[in-house]
């Protein structure tokens, strides 16, 4: 197993177990790096094609963009020439992701249960898209 995967897994019961105590904004914070996790697995593990993580490190890949938008924009490239309509949702709904993540980071507003809950199970759902299309596990 991958160590990327090792962390979405870790990510993954962190954020059930943060909510489950009360804490918000740290749960939706490892919902999305449990996505942002799966989503680097993925791409360097995929049947054909994989990425190079050298390479993608290095900074060649990410010298204008950081880490989160370059992962995004690859995986989402290679997700629109698979399966449009799951390309198209996963747009909408990482950036939610996305969203529900920089507000529990960074707003100044108490991050809320129901927030917590849409965010693992976007999380959850953006996941199983990448598993679907791209056939890793």
Not at 22 to 50: E, G, V, W
Not at 62 to 85: C, G, M, R
Request: charged share 25%; proline share 1%.
């Amino acid at each position: 197993m991958s160590h990327l995967k090792e962390k979405y897994n870790e990510s993954v019961k962190l954020a059930i177990s943060l909510q489950k105590s009360y804490d918000y904004s740290a749960s939706i914070n490892r919902a999305y790096y449990a996505c942002l996790q799966f989503m680097l697995h993925t791409l360097f593990n995929k049947k054909n094609d994989p990425y190079n993580k050298e390479h993608f490190y290095s900074g060649a890949l990410v010298a204008e963009k950081s880490t989160h938008k370059q992962a995004f924009n690859l995986i989402t490239t290679d997700l629109a020439k698979i399966h449009k309509p799951d390309f198209r949702w996963f747009q909408q709904h990482f950036q939610e992701l996305k969203k529900l993540r920089t507000s529990a980071d960074y707003h100044d507003e108490k991050a809320t249960s129901e927030n917590a809950d849409i965010a693992i199970k976007k999380s959850e759902a953006l996941v199983n898209i990448l598993k679907n299309n791209f056939k890793t596990s």
